[in-house]
């Protein structure tokens, strides 16, 4: 049995979204499962005519079928994985009685030697990053406990940028797809990860949504991941800076509770300031205990309901899209050079 | 829970290999996880076992080598050893301390038969 979907055994499952199909192993067993590509595959689709488009691919048993494949948008992915796909709409991860998802886990297994535990989930985060830097897209991921104004910040953050350039967001819950609906309102677009009961989101996951969201060139693109600040330190996704957030109606040791979380991130945002005035929190604690942990953080104190010291976190987004932008336009004008000067050195011969 | 997907992970690469190998059962699975990494070897084990069962390493054994935590302070310059993750460094004190060794998650071998 696939222990990520828990298909298989009891016949073809063949679910309204993601798909499924039976095939014969070498040894002579029959059995059916959502499927996982040894080989990576790239294909379009025609969106105007149907989403649904069929396909071929070889198992690493040398079966070679054909199958119908439904979802949205242009993949190539880097290695063998499993995936479930739907037309439009959220991704839920934990629909499997593990209720957690593995990246790269799949009936078909490659052989493949690699030593590091998460060797593969940094395979498709670097892919993720590939995919950022070739568009100019700059890539961030918001990490907190549950309950630090994540979402009421995405939300002030978007309304206040996105007349500069397209956003786009992807939100990790285990449950729900509230986030992204309140994301939605704002007018960008959102997909919702379920994660059920996994606690963290992972490269593999994001890798999909990015293709379900297809974000334009020189964007922003924003993740906000499940309310944990444990387990998403240690999953990369792809992202261009983890982004911390701790509110002032928390600790001011947290940074000390949980350093690993405050290492992995480049900035730490101080949110709910406007309520300093009525708790005892000392945010000058808070920023040296978050220094001690990780002394190259970058702090910005903000109150994403009032909008102060907003600007200053809005200001550090821009130039990092700039950077990113000017970064894609310099590889595109070195390919020009390298192509002009080919075709000199032809014109020569 | 991260380590469940990290018991997945290492199940994975034993899985891989075992079949490389043509192994018809794996007996030990030797991990090296540092002490200054993101995992508690004890809930690993655990989550291990639990997701093994009914696998080609159902019945494999766990087996933990410690690494030792150490780093270089860019501060006073010397390699010194870290007991803490994000500890100060025991000869200046100062925080601004860069992990080296102690970090690593990794599956070092397997014992199949």
Same mark, same amino acid.
């Given at each position: 049995m696939c222990t990520v979907c828990g298909c298989g055994g009891d016949g073809a499952r063949v679910a309204e979204e993601g798909h499924a199909h039976t095939h014969v192993h070498a040894d002579g067993t029959v059995h059916s499962h959502a499927h996982g590509h040894g080989d990576e595959h790239a294909h379009a689709h025609d969106a105007a005519v149907a989403d649904a488009h069929e396909h071929s691919h070889r198992h690493t048993d040398g079966v070679v079928h054909s199958h119908p494949h439904v979802h949205q948008g242009e993949h190539v992915h880097p290695q063998d994985h499993h995936h479930e796909h739907g037309i439009g709409g959220d991704l839920d991860f934990g629909a499997g009685p593990a209720r957690a998802h593995v990246p790269g886990m799949s009936?078909? &297994?490659?052989? !493949?030697?690699? !030593?590091?535990?998460?060797?593969?989930?940094?395979?498709?985060?670097?892919a993720n990053r590939k995919r950022f830097d070739e568009h100019g897209i700059f890539a961030l991921n918001l990490v907190s406990s549950p309950g630090s104004g994540k979402t009421t910040l995405l939300v002030r953050t978007i309304e206040l940028?996105?007349?500069?350039?397209?956003?786009?967001?992807?939100?990790?819950?285990q449950q729900t797809s509230n986030d992204a609906e309140r994301i939605r309102a704002t007018g960008v677009p959102a997909i919702q990860i379920n994660t059920g009961k996994g606690c963290h989101l992972d490269g593999h996951m994001v890798g999909h949504a990015v293709e379900r969201l297809?974000?334009?060139?020189?964007?922003?693109?924003?993740?906000?991941?499940?309310?944990?600040?444990?387990?998403?330190?240690?999953?990369?996704?792809?992202?261009?800076? =983890?982004?911390?957030?701790?509110?002032?109606?928390?600790?001011?040791? =947290?940074?000390?509770?949980?350093?690993?979380?405050? &290492?992995?991130?480049?900035?730490?945002?101080?949110?709910?300031?406007?309520?300093?005035?009525?708790?005892?929190?000392?945010?000058?604690?808070?920023?040296?205990?978050? &220094?001690?942990?990780?002394?190259?953080l970058t702090i910005f104190r903000v109150s994403a309901t009032r909008g102060e010291g907003m600007s200053a976190w809005l200001d550090w987004i821009r130039s990092g899209l700039e950077a990113q932008r000017s970064r894609r336009s310099e590889t595109v004008a070195a390919l020009k050079d390298r192509i002009a000067e080919l075709e000199r050195q032809l014109g020569n011969r | 829970m991260h380590e469940m997907s990290l018991a997945e992970g290492v199940l994975q690469l034993v899985e891989e290999t075992a079949r490389r190998e043509g192994a018809g059962r794996v007996l030990r699975v030797v991990l090296e996880i540092g002490r200054l990494s993101s995992v508690e070897p004890e809930a690993l084990k655990f989550c291990f076992d639990a997701v093994t069962r009914g696998s080609i390493a159902g019945e494999a054994a766990v087996e933990f080598i410690d690494v030792p935590g150490s780093g270089g302070c860019l501060d006073c310059g010397r390699t010194v050893a870290l007991e803490a993750v994000y500890g100060p460094c025991?000869?200046?004190?100062?925080? &601004?301390?860069?992990?080296s060794t102690g970090t690593e998650m990794r599956v070092r071998e397997i014992e199949i038969e």
């Open positions: 009936q078909a &297994r490659m052989v !493949q030697i690699e !030593q590091d535990i998460l060797s593969k989930n940094d395979a498709y985060a670097a940028l996105k007349g500069e350039f397209p956003v786009c967001v992807v939100e990790g819950d297809n974000p334009a060139d020189d964007s922003l693109f924003l993740v906000e991941n499940v309310g944990n600040l444990v387990c998403p330190a240690a999953f990369a996704l792809g992202e261009h800076h =983890k982004v911390a957030i701790l509110s002032v109606t928390e600790g001011e040791d =947290k940074p000390l509770k949980y350093p690993d979380m405050f &290492r992995a991130a480049d900035v730490m945002l101080l949110n709910k300031c406007d309520l300093l005035p009525h708790l005892d929190f000392d945010a000058d604690l808070a920023e040296a205990n978050a &220094r001690r942990v990780n002394p190259d | 025991p000869e200046c004190g100062s925080y &601004r301390v860069q992990a």
